[in-house]
T-cell receptor, first 114, second 114 residues
Framework: GDSVTQMEGPVTLSEEAFLTINCTYTATGYPSLFWYVQYPGEGLQLLLKATKADDKGSNKGFEATYRKETTSFHLEKGSVQVSDSAVYFCALSDPFYGNNRLAFGKGNQVVVIP | DAGVTQSPTHLIKTRGQQVTLRCSPISGHKSVSWYQQVLGQGPQFIFQYYEKEERGRGNFPDRFSARQFPNYSSELNVNALLLGDSALYLC?????????????FGNGTRLTVT
């Protein structure tokens, strides 16, 4: 079935550093792609999304581009802040059920050190 | 406006017991989805309900069941609890089913099975 793979392990970086979190996907159709963020003790919040190839989603300084040729949707931010410390999940939608049925990656914990 | 609310926030159960988790969607949202998030993993889709009808089911045993009420709130029931059912259970609501309607997640119910 459709699936998402995120890079292994937590990411620790200093404030104002550049952040990249890799995400690749396997899908039979043309899913929408998402990045969700989970702050400690909270549920998931939609960070950004892209619905078709070459779309760029952006929000709060984060960006990700839907790359059909490399089946990727890598998350980037040019200058992270301590408040960006959270767990980030890449996800794709089910081609039939749409956004109500998402397949998530394992997530990456991001720790930003002052 | 109130977001998705879930109750209880935490509970502890013993193996073999049954548990009921509750979810109130955002006002006006007719679709409710349930996800299980085991520690260190991404959320996994369990059920989706729309207009009181089951619209999708993930790869979970029959011990898991759910329903949606006329006011669009929902309950998730798990029978004969196993240690492996320990997880954060997330409820998400959306305005519509399918398509591009975004999911809004609650903060979850943390279930511990001892």
């Amino acid at each position: 079935g459709d699936s998402v793979t995120q890079m292994e392990g937590p990411v620790t970086l200093s404030e104002e550093a550049f952040l990249t979190i890799n995400c690749t996907y396997t899908a039979t159709g043309y899913p929408s792609l998402f990045w969700y963020v989970q702050y400690p003790g909270e549920g998931l919040q939609l960070l950004l999304k892209a619905t078709k190839a070459d779309d760029k989603g952006s929000n709060k300084g984060f960006e990700a581009t839907y790359r059909k040729e490399t089946t990727s949707f890598h998350l980037e931010k040019g200058s992270v802040q301590v408040s960006d410390s959270a767990v980030y999940f890449c996800a794709l939608s089910d081609p039939f059920y749409g956004n109500n049925r998402l397949a998530f990656g394992k997530g990456n914990q991001v720790v930003v050190i002052p | 406006d109130a977001g998705v609310t879930q109750s209880p926030t935490h509970l502890i159960k013993t193996r073999g017991q049954q548990v009921t988790l509750r979810c109130s969607p955002i006002s006006g949202h007719k679709s409710v989805s349930w996800y299980q998030q085991v520690l260190g993993q991404g959320p996994q889709f369990i059920f989706q309900y729309y207009e009181k009808e089951e619209r999708g089911r993930g790869n979970f045993p029959d011990r898991f069941s759910a329903r949606q009420f006329p006011n669009y709130s929902s309950e998730l029931n798990v029978n004969a609890l196993l240690l492996g059912d320990s997880a954060l259970y997330l409820c998400a609501s959306s305005l519509l089913t399918g398509g591009d309607s975004p999911l809004h997640f609650g903060n979850g119910t943390r279930l511990t099975v001892t």
